[in-house]
């Protein structure tokens, strides 16, 4: 009898509850259950990932509503929502990949073990003091720069190793956002939902920008100097200093990529079209702006020359850096075309007419007929399904003369997809190939949003001031102002009491 009572009043309460407020006690409950047993069986290494992974979303959720707020879409906070935490999500199969699959043999247990000792040191070591002496036993730009944020991410959060791909992921996630960004500010015309769904939710884009490594911090600085030039190339506030941070974040890493980037954004500055107005002190800006953007083009080649190794920034200084990247590359299971190591490194020539081989090289292989593991399988139906889409987006893509030089950002994501994949078709790894494809992915993307449509005509004059998801928040329900009322000149009123030029001009 009592339990059958108890029974009823746990029924009648669940009753009074709303199922959303069941389903979160639900979820709290069985995630603090999971905190607790896993703080007991493991390390700190995998238990502190249930602390970061909250923290993250609280800190991503507020700026994510921000920006969502500003723009006109609707449902577009759930979308962020679900990209931030999809990105996140796979920093787990990402973690598997490199330790239960490959048993730890990844770039990510190095990181970690060399990042984990510099936080003990910054754990341990007056920062105000100014006297930092710590030996990374490599330098700094490449290798030892990853080393460096590692041990920054640690000194914040611990040294957790799952935790540090969740913050890497999200970091990669942040990236992708502000890529979204650059197409809605020096795109407007073009399909923005579409580009959304493509750049937050393509799985190369998910996947390998997760782990602790290279690959993730590329993606943010990337992003960030693609959020630049867009502002850049429409007048906007702060442009340089995103240009700025992002380009000295990717030099650090891969200093042969800001120079791709660097190349793009000097073509788009170029075509960028005129103001209506143009003020007394726009053509000095104008050549100010040429003059930083050449100072920041040769620091480039002399840092992609030093980290190369080489002597110069010619055709010969470029052909041997893509000569000996094919050699490193022609080892592994997934090796194209094998090659003896006593074999000399091939040599590459300046050739326009090997362009198209590259594009199709970087962007669509392997084929699924290329395919010498589960991993290059799965890598080719992604390849194969982009192909078909850029085969279906032909129309729109033969607009892409016109978009060229009427739109400056198409020229900028145009020019350095060439150019990245002439400089990586000398990789001749599929598996490398892959990862590295995701630096170039989010601007190859950007082609297939061109609007297809007559009424968003690329010529047509491009709209001045800020575009339409720029409105403050909390503008776009506001009813239009009632029209103005004007004295009646002549003539009777209508039926209504109302003369017939009342509230507009004359017939």
Request: aromatic share 10%.
């Amino acid at each position: 009898m009592a339990a059958a009572v108890a029974r009823t009043g746990v029924a009648a309460l669940a009753g009074r509850v709303p199922w959303p407020s069941a389903l979160a006690g639900a979820l709290v409950t069985g995630y603090v259950t999971v905190f607790v047993l896993a703080m007991v069986h493991t390390s700190y290494d995998t238990w502190g990932a249930l602390l970061i992974l909250p923290a993250l979303m609280a800190v991503g959720t507020p700026v994510l509503a921000r920006i969502a707020a500003a723009n006109p879409e609707r449902d577009v906070f759930r979308l962020l929502m679900l990209a931030m935490a999809l990105k996140l999500f796979c920093a787990f199969p990402r973690y598997l990949m490199a330790f239960v699959l490959y048993g730890g043999a990844a770039d990510a247990k190095m990181y970690h073990q060399r990042g984990s000792r510099l936080a003990e040191y910054l754990d341990h070591t007056d920062l105000l003091s100014g006297t930092l002496q710590y030996d990374l036993g490599m330098k700094v730009a490449g290798t030892g720069f990853v080393v460096i944020i590692t041990g920054v991410v640690y000194a914040i959060t611990g040294p957790s190793l799952v935790g540090g791909f969740l913050v890497f992921s999200w970091l990669g996630f942040w990236g992708l956002l502000l890529f979204w960004r650059a197409v809605q500010i020096a795109f407007p015309e073009a399909d923005s939902r579409r580009y959304a769904k493509l750049v937050f939710f393509l799985p190369s884009l998910l996947f390998w920008p997760s782990s602790i490594g290279k690959d993730a911090w590329m993606m943010f600085c990337l992003g960030l100097t693609t959020y630049g030039v867009a502002k850049l190339l429409e007048r906007r506030f702060g442009a340089f200093a995103c240009i700025a941070l992002g380009s000295l974040g990717t030099a650090m890493v891969r200093p042969h990529v800001t120079a791709l980037a660097g190349a793009g954004l000097m073509v788009a500055y170029v075509l960028r079209g005129r103001p209506h107005r143009v003020s007394a002190l726009g053509p000095l800006r104008t050549v100010l702006t040429a003059v930083v953007l050449a100072v920041m083009a040769l620091l480039m080649l002399q840092q992609v020359s030093s980290f190369f190794g080489t002597d110069g920034t010619g055709g010969d200084a470029v052909n041997q850096v893509l000569s000996e990247t094919s050699r490193r590359t022609s080892q592994g299971n997934s090796v194209i075309s094998a090659a003896a190591p006593e074999d000399p490194a091939p040599q590459f020539a300046l050739n326009p007419a090997r362009l198209p081989v590259a594009v199709v090289s970087v962007l669509f292989r392997p084929f699924p007929f290329e395919a010498s593991n589960i991993q290059n399988l799965v890598q080719s139906v992604e390849c194969f399904a982009l192909l078909v889409m850029f085969i279906r987006a032909w129309p729109r893509l033969r607009r892409l003369p016109r978009l060229f030089v009427r739109r400056s950002y198409v020229a900028f994501a145009t020019v350095y997809t060439l150019l990245f994949c002439w400089a990586f078709s000398t990789i001749n790894n599929m598996g490398i190939l892959s990862r590295e494809r995701v630096q170039v992915l989010p601007l190859v993307l950007v082609l297939l949003v061109v609007p297809a449509s007559a009424g968003a005509r690329p010529g047509a004059r491009r709209r001045r001031g800020p575009p339409l998801w720029r409105v403050a928040p909390g503008q776009w329900g506001l009813r239009p102002a009632p029209p103005e009322i004007h004295p009646v000149r002549s003539g009777g009123r209508g039926p209504d009491g109302v003369s017939p030029t009342q509230g507009g001009p004359p017939a």
